[in-house]
């Protein structure tokens, strides 16, 4: 059972790694975001998406609130120019940037993250127990710790 339950983590671990590796080819030509509303009372919305090979995610202050909306999803081609000055004050910032309440990563960081634990899951051996399991917990940390620091 417990075999079935490995394999199972592993293949979650490498369709996110392959999911995020899409992600960051689609964001080099479009720019997605999915924007929920945070309170009625308030125009915040939280955001996720993705920006000429970075993942953004944070809570944006809007100007107008549209009523009834509470699920938003915006898609609109990718402007080069734009681009290009994002991508260089991002690489200034240590490949990772706050901009307000709104944090920038590169896409290819969780994309190897997870397919790191992938493989880390898979090399484990048949039989499970505490010790491998605080092993995982460990590497997976490092690797997170790791991708934050870099």
Same mark, same amino acid.
């Given at each position: ?9 592993a293949a979650v671990c490498f ?9 960051? /080819? *689609? #964001? @080099?030509? #479009?720019?997605?975001?999915? !924007?929920? +509303?945070? #309170? ?19 809570? +944006?202050?809007?100007?107008? #609130?549209? %009523?009834? !909306? ?12 734009? $681009? ?6 991002? $690489? ?5 940037? %706050?901009?307000?309440n709104i944090i920038y990563f590169?896409? /290819? ?5 997870? $397919? ?6 898979? *090399?484990?051996?048949? !039989?499970?127990?505490? *010790?491998? $399991?605080?092993? %995982? ?8 710790? @790791?991708?934050?620091?870099?």
């Open positions: 059972m417990l075999t079935y339950l490995r394999y199972t983590l369709a996110a790694s392959v999911g995020c590796v899409a992600l960051w /080819w *689609r #964001s @080099m030509s #479009s720019v997605d975001e999915l !924007q929920i +509303r945070v #309170s009625a009372s308030r125009p915040e919305r939280a955001i996720a998406g993705h920006y000429a090979g970075y993942a953004m995610l944070g809570i +944006r202050s809007e100007k107008t #609130s549209v %009523a009834g !909306q509470t699920i938003r999803f915006v898609s609109e081609p990718l402007k080069p120019a734009y $681009a290009e000055e994002f991508i260089s004050l991002v $690489a200034a910032n240590d490949h990772f940037s %706050a901009s307000g590169p896409l /290819w960081y969780p994309a190897l993250i997870f $397919a790191l634990a992938g493989v880390g899951v898979l *090399r484990f051996r048949r !039989q499970f127990s505490i *010790r491998s $399991a605080l092993v %995982a917990v460990s590497v997976v940390a490092a690797l997170l710790g @790791m991708a934050v620091v870099l």
